[in-house]
């Protein structure tokens, strides 16, 4: 368990100057307000991701009650929508007036942060190994690991 939330928060990390390097350094895309903005926010996603993973480790191996960093969770729940509407609505407007390579992946980029809001801070969407896949088939969308415990910090 604990390699695992060490490899999902690598991995959370590692995406961020990675998923850089693809889109703006080998695929050329256009370095412009509407696809920073988009990246940005996808970012911003990917490291509270890889926050909650660490924290949730830090836990395990303390064996504490409450999940670290909670302040910062619940602050990201509350922020996070605002931060993310803006970002879709930039973006997608930057579509709109520009269409193309220009704005669309910015689009995408803050289309995709706000999926994965929704996976960290709400449902779980992402199901990447068999004891997910089967939690799945037999229960269907379930509770977010962070959202169970943010809801049990209030409780």
């Given at each position: 368990?604990?390699?695992?939330?060490?490899?999902?928060?690598?991995?959370?990390?590692?995406?961020?100057?990675l998923?850089?390097?693809?889109?703006?350094?080998?695929?050329?895309?256009p370095?412009?307000?509407?696809?920073?903005?988009?990246?940005?926010?996808?970012?911003?996603?990917?490291?509270?991701?890889?926050?909650?993973?660490?924290a949730?480790?830090?836990?395990?191996?303390?064996?504490?009650?409450?999940?670290?960093?909670?302040p910062?969770?619940?602050?990201a729940?509350?922020?996070?929508?605002?931060?993310?509407a803006?970002a879709?609505?930039?973006?997608?407007?930057?579509?709109?007036?520009?269409?193309?390579?220009?704005?669309f992946?910015?689009?995408g980029?803050?289309?995709?942060?706000?999926?994965?809001?929704?996976?960290?801070?709400?449902?779980?969407?992402?199901?990447?190994?068999?004891?997910?896949?089967?939690?799945l088939?037999?229960?269907?969308?379930v509770?977010?690991h962070?959202?169970?415990?943010l809801?049990?910090?209030?409780?």
């Amino acid at each position: 368990m604990r390699a695992r939330l060490r490899s999902l928060a690598s991995l959370e990390l590692l995406n961020i100057p990675l998923q850089a390097f693809i889109w703006f350094g080998l695929l050329g895309l256009p370095a412009n307000p509407a696809n920073l903005a988009g990246f940005a926010a996808f970012a911003l996603l990917l490291l509270e991701g890889a926050a909650y993973w660490t924290a949730k480790r830090r836990q395990i191996d303390t064996g504490a009650a409450d999940l670290p960093w909670t302040p910062l969770f619940a602050f990201a729940l509350r922020a996070n929508p605002v931060v993310l509407a803006a970002a879709v609505l930039f973006t997608g407007w930057s579509a709109v007036a520009d269409p193309g390579a220009g704005s669309f992946p910015g689009l995408g980029f803050a289309l995709f942060a706000a999926l994965e809001h929704v996976n960290y801070f709400h449902v779980q969407l992402m199901y990447d190994n068999p004891a997910d896949l089967r939690r799945l088939s037999r229960h269907g969308l379930v509770r977010s690991h962070l959202s169970r415990d943010l809801s049990r910090r209030r409780s």
